[in-house]
């Protein structure tokens, strides 16, 4: 009886250039830990896989490691404070497909998980998940929001707005 509530928080920041990106990704990195899911969506050149470089220095992935969308792999493996795993759906015909190269198991496993693409095939997405989604204003401008409504997602974006912007 009575209606299920499902609580939502979500946070927006505009960046106004690739850097800012990183850096906001940098701060949600380092928040992060092991379990941890980061679901990005938004179109062609909104910024997820600078986003995604920010996370894996926020993780302690060494700067100089070159973060690109996995294509043929499927899944980029970086070593920080933890695995830190980085998927990309763009390119995945069918969720069968997905389901057959394993890709669903890396979201229930240890390691930190971000993923582009993530809204192709939502149903796979855990409930921990963070959402992270990215619009295009302009040229330098990205509206990103990221939201969540799982107590651990709620946990790392309370903490992260706490932090402030810069
Ligand atoms: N504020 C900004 N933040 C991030 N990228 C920006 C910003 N302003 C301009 N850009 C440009 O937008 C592009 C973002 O590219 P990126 O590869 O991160 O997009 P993407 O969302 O991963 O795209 P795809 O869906 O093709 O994987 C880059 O060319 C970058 O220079
Ligand atoms: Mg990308």
Redesign the pocket.
Known sequence: MGDTVISETQITYI????E??ISLGQRLGALLSEGDVVALV??????????TKGLALGLGVSPDTIVT?PSFTLVNEYKGRYTFYHM?F?RLENLPEVLSAGLEEYLHDSGVVAL??ADRWPEILPDKRVMVK?LIID????EITLSGYDPRALEIIEDLEEEGTD
């Open positions: 960046t106004t250039s690739d800012e990106t938004g179109e062609l050149g909104s910024g997820k896989t600078w986003f969308s990309d763009y582009e693409w990215f040229d330098r401008r990205r």
